[in-house]
C-alpha cells in the first residue's frame, strides 16, 4: 500500500449527525475506524469510508427515529382534542402526524406542538368553546325576541 494518511486529519470532520472524535484502528479491510460523537449524545464507532459515502450519518438514532416503529408508539395518542392517526413526513427534527380532531376533521400537526400543548384542536377549539357557551341561550325570549341560532361572536 503506498498510500498512508495520517487519520488524524479527519478529526473533527462532521458526517451527517457524528463529529469524528479520536482515530481507534484500521479494520482488516484497510478501512480507518473513528470514535465519533452523534449529535444525539452516544459514541459510534464508524468506518471512514462509510461516513464518507454516506451509509452512516448517526450513531443509529436517525435510523431509529425513520422507523415507523417508533412511530406507530405514538399512534392513538391523544393531545387533547387530537388523536395521532398517522405518521405523515418529518421535516429536519420535526416529525409530522396526521391528526383526527374530536370535531371530525384531520389536520396534519407537528409533534411537538402537541406534546407543548401549543395546538390543542384542529383550529375549532377557540369557535366550539364560543358557541357551545351560546348555543345554551337558544330559545330564550327577550321581549319580543326569540333566539333561534347561534350567529357569531363579535371581537369584544
Ligand atoms: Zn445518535
Ligand atoms: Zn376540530
Keep these: 500500500m503506498g498510500r498512508t494518511i495520517d487519520p488524524n486529519i479527519h478529526l473533527g470532520e462532521r458526517y451527517g449527525r457524528l463529529v469524528i472524535k479520536e482515530y481507534d484502528h484500521k479494520d ?5 475506524i473513528y470514535k465519533c460523537q452523534c449529535d444525539c449524545g452516544n459514541t459510534a464507532i464508524v468506518a471512514y469510508t462509510s461516513m464518507r459515502t454516506g451509509h452512516t450519518t448517526s ?3 436517525y435510523n431509529r427515529e425513520q422507523s415507523s416503529a417508533d412511530h406507530d408508539s405514538r399512534i392513538g395518542k391523544k393531545f387533547n382534542m387530537l388523536t395521532i392517526i398517522g405518521f405523515d ?3 429536519g427534527k420535526h416529525i409530522y402526524y396526521r391528526c383526527k ?4 376533521n384531520e389536520k396534519v400537526i407537528r409533534y411537538d406542538s402537541l406534546n407543548d400543548g401549543s395546538i390543542k384542536s384542529c383550529g375549532c377549539l377557540q369557535s366550539n368553546r364560543v358557541s357551545q357557551k351560546d348555543l345554551s341561550h337558544i330559545g330564550e325570549t327577550w321581549g319580543r325576541m326569540t333566539i333561534i341560532a347561534f350567529d357569531h361572536t363579535d371581537k369584544i
Design 89 to 91: 413526513h418529518r421535516s
Design 59 to 61: 450513531c443509529g438514532c
Design 28 to 32: 482488516q479491510f484497510g478501512r480507518y
Design 101 to 104: 380532531c374530536d370535531c371530525g
